[in-house]
């Protein structure tokens, strides 16, 4: 159990364009999920974090214009990445802790989505 | 400020053991956490240490010194798909995780 999956995998875009990115809880209930950004050889950077029927919570420095999170339900969270540049270029992972696994605090991480803006 | 501090890149034989290093100094802790994560691929749980002293699942052991803020992973048996990086995360009083930026792992027939 504690599936998360997320979609797509490999995205190439021309700059200026948005794209957006799905994070799916397959066989749980997620009312918080976690979006990641990771630059090569660097570590994982929390993004925001991502509350079902509310507004995301951002990290410093994260542009919430330009990364805008939907969660409407408790197993769909989109990250859209709009008007994209190169700069914007990483690997995107989303995660979300299941309910059902106590308070480990255990997160649960989708497959990446590695964003190539031309 | 919170700071993970691990090595940045380790080598070892097939076969061998080896030992990753984690040093922590975080705004609270309710927890220390192991993370594999093979190039290009998501993170995957190995491990979750709360307590002082050493947890065994299977070929990797975790073991944990909160008054030193402390951590390491250990290996045993190392097989070439161990091959990877692995990340150190904290989690501080606000159930916050914070990464180490992980250790690049290299093994060698």
């Known amino acids: 159990g504690a599936v998360v999956s997320q979609h797509p995998s490999w995205v190439i875009c021309k700059s200026g364009t948005s794209v957006k990115i799905e994070c799916r809880s397959l066989d749980f209930q997620a009312t918080t999920m976690f979006w990641y950004r990771q630059f090569p050889k660097q570590s994982l950077m929390l993004m925001a974090t991502s509350n079902e029927g509310s507004k995301a919570t951002y990290e410093q420095g994260v542009e919430k214009d330009k990364f805008l999170i939907n969660h409407a339900s408790l197993t769909l969270s989109t990250l859209t990445v709009t008007s994209a540049h190169p700069e914007d270029s990483s690997f995107y992972i989303c995660?979300?802790?299941?309910?059902?696994?106590?308070?480990?605090?255990?997160?649960?991480f989708g497959e990446g989505s590695r964003l190539t803006v031309l | 400020g919170q700071n993970i501090d691990q090595p940045t890149e380790m080598t070892a034989t097939e076969g061998a053991i080896v030992q990753i290093n984690c040093t922590y100094q975080?705004?609270?802790?309710?927890?220390l956490f192991w993370y594999q994560q093979h190039a290009g691929e998501a993170p995957t749980f190995l491990s979750y240490n709360v307590l002082d002293g050493l947890e065994e699942k299977g070929r990797f052991s975790s073991f944990l010194s909160r008054s030193k803020g402390y951590s390491y992973l250990l290996l045993k048996e190392l097989q070439m798909k161990d091959s990877a990086s692995y990340l150190c995360a904290v989690m501080d009083s606000n159930y916050q995780l914070i990464w180490g930026a992980g250790t690049k792992l290299i093994i060698k027939p």
């Open positions: 995660s979300a802790r299941a309910p059902d696994r106590g308070d480990t605090g255990e997160l649960f």
């Open positions: 975080t705004s609270g802790f309710n927890g």
